[in-house]
């Protein structure tokens, strides 16, 4: 049963290669505001022609790179508590974090500053583009499961959408949803800055750093990313290139922040796919919503800017639900309805029938 579509101004969007519990509604009072008031000022830069010399990649690139503002090793507090992350020393000094599965250890767990950098063939610095954040789940590896498993990069690679892909190393491995330092305050939007350097010097051509610097980013979050993820919604910092969220059975809390996020942001795309798994979650927020009078699909809408859904899926295993959702490949999916990115312009996507099953 769809609760309605919200139409509001149309807003421009942002393995192949591999080397291998519910908050409280505290944005009540926001979202009635954004209902009542929608800002005329645009959320994000309109998308842009590049006009420089340089040729659309002939090759798909990706790395492995070590970033100076990783979201962990972490040294800060536990939110909403006095507790330093690493509460917990060994006889041989040897740091640990006190988790819901245990003792985790720094130097396995949270020393690992890579990010994995992907740019499919075809990508295209003179064109509208985007950046792709994805945030693992847990027990999970950059080579493993992002690259492998979930076949994040390859569905950049395979959608019609001029988009690169920038996935941080979170927990190494294991039952832990921390944010790190995604809890400070502008730690995502540091993180995303110092990306695009990284994605510059991968393109190969210094040209592009100003255009790596400035393109709009959506965030992908599969289930324990919802934690970094909402974190970096509520105090990144980056709220004027962020134009899209999409939860992969991942809506388990956070959800006053989730709500403030559709607030603040009108022209946004916010579609919450999921399980049994995260149905507490995600039916909390639905309700939040239906109590303001926030119209919401159930199915995935042919465009999405400006649009929020909640997917219900059934017969979908919550383990492969990054490939195996409501429809395979999601990402995919989701990425080719965000409409002026196009890698391919004169490609005609295929129209899919998307019902939540």
Same mark, same amino acid.
């Given at each position: 049963?769809?609760?309605?579509?919200?139409?509001?101004?149309?807003?421009?969007?942002?393995?192949?290669?591999? &080397?291998?519990?519910?908050?409280?509604?505290?944005?009540?009072?926001?979202?009635?505001?954004?209902?009542?008031?929608?800002?005329?000022?645009?959320?994000?830069?309109?998308? $842009?022609?590049?006009?420089?010399?340089?040729?659309?990649?002939?090759?798909?690139?990706?790395?492995?790179?070590?970033?100076?503002?990783?979201?962990?090793?972490?040294? *800060?507090?536990?939110?909403? @508590?006095?507790?330093?992350?690493?509460?917990?020393?060994?006889?041989?000094?040897?740091?640990?974090?006190?988790?819901?599965? *245990?003792?985790?250890?720094?130097?396995?767990?949270?020393?690992?500053?890579?990010?994995?950098?992907?740019?499919?063939?075809?990508?295209?610095?003179?064109?509208? *583009?985007?950046?792709?954040?994805?945030?693992?789940?847990?027990?999970?590896?950059?080579?493993?499961?992002?690259?492998?498993?979930?076949?994040?990069?390859?569905?950049?690679?395979?959608?019609?959408?001029?988009?690169?892909?920038?996935?941080?190393?979170?927990?190494?491995?294991?039952?832990?949803?921390?944010?790190?330092?995604?809890?400070?305050?502008?730690?995502?939007?540091?993180?995303?800055?110092?990306?695009?350097? $990284?994605?510059?010097?991968?393109?190969?051509?210094?040209? @592009?750093?100003?255009?790596?610097?400035?393109?709009?980013?959506? &965030?992908?979050?599969?289930?324990? *990313?919802?934690?970094?993820?909402?974190?970096?919604?509520?105090?990144?910092?980056?709220?004027?290139?962020? &134009?899209?969220?999409?939860?992969?059975?991942?809506?388990?809390?956070?959800?006053?922040?989730?709500?403030?996020? &559709?607030?603040?942001?009108?022209?946004?795309?916010?579609?919450?796919?999921?399980?049994?798994?995260?149905?507490?979650?995600?039916?909390?927020?639905?309700?939040?919503?239906?109590?303001?009078?926030?119209?919401?699909?159930?199915?995935?809408?042919?465009?999405?800017?400006?649009?929020?859904?909640?997917?219900?899926?059934?017969?979908?295993?919550?383990?492969?639900?990054?490939?195996?959702?409501?429809?395979?490949?999601?990402?995919?999916?989701?990425?080719?309805?965000?409409?002026?990115?196009?890698?391919?312009?004169?490609?005609?996507?295929?129209?899919? $029938?998307?019902?939540?099953?």
């Amino acid at each position: 049963m769809t609760r309605g579509t919200w139409r509001r101004p149309l807003r421009a969007l942002v393995v192949g290669v591999f &080397i291998m519990g519910v908050d409280g509604a505290s944005g009540s009072r926001a979202l009635a505001q954004a209902r009542a008031t929608p800002s005329p000022v645009q959320a994000v830069p309109v998308p $842009h022609e590049v006009h420089a010399r340089v040729a659309p990649l002939k090759a798909p690139k990706s790395a492995l790179v070590e970033f100076d503002v990783s979201p962990f090793p972490y040294e *800060g507090l536990v939110p909403r @508590t006095s507790r330093p992350f690493f509460d917990v020393t060994d006889d041989d000094g040897r740091r640990g974090h006190s988790s819901r599965a *245990g003792v985790l250890w720094e130097d396995a767990t949270y020393s690992d500053r890579r990010a994995l950098l992907f740019m499919p063939k075809g990508f295209d610095v003179r064109r509208p *583009g985007v950046i792709v954040v994805f945030l693992h789940g847990n027990r999970a590896t950059l080579e493993r499961d992002v690259g492998g498993r979930q076949r994040v990069a390859a569905q950049i690679a395979e959608a019609n959408v001029n988009a690169v892909l920038v996935a941080p190393q979170l927990a190494v491995n294991a039952n832990d949803s921390s944010a790190g330092r995604f809890w400070e305050s502008y730690g995502f939007a540091r993180f995303i800055g110092e990306a695009g350097a $990284h994605l510059a010097r991968l393109h190969g051509d210094k040209r @592009t750093r100003k255009t790596f610097a400035t393109l709009p980013v959506v &965030i992908v979050a599969y289930s324990g *990313g919802y934690v970094p993820a909402a974190w970096a919604l509520h105090k990144g910092g980056s709220d004027a290139r962020v &134009i899209g969220v999409l939860l992969l059975d991942a809506l388990y809390g956070e959800v006053d922040k989730y709500a403030d996020f &559709i607030a603040r942001h009108p022209n946004a795309f916010f579609v919450s796919a999921y399980t049994s798994s995260s149905a507490r979650g995600n039916e909390a927020l639905q309700q939040h919503l239906s109590e303001r009078d926030f119209p919401f699909d159930t199915s995935l809408p042919p465009r999405l800017q400006g649009s929020v859904a909640f997917l219900r899926t059934s017969g979908a295993d919550h383990e492969d639900f990054a490939t195996r959702a409501w429809v395979d490949d999601p990402i995919r999916v989701v990425l080719e309805r965000m409409g002026g990115y196009a890698r391919d312009p004169g490609k005609r996507v295929q129209s899919r $029938h998307d019902p939540a099953r």
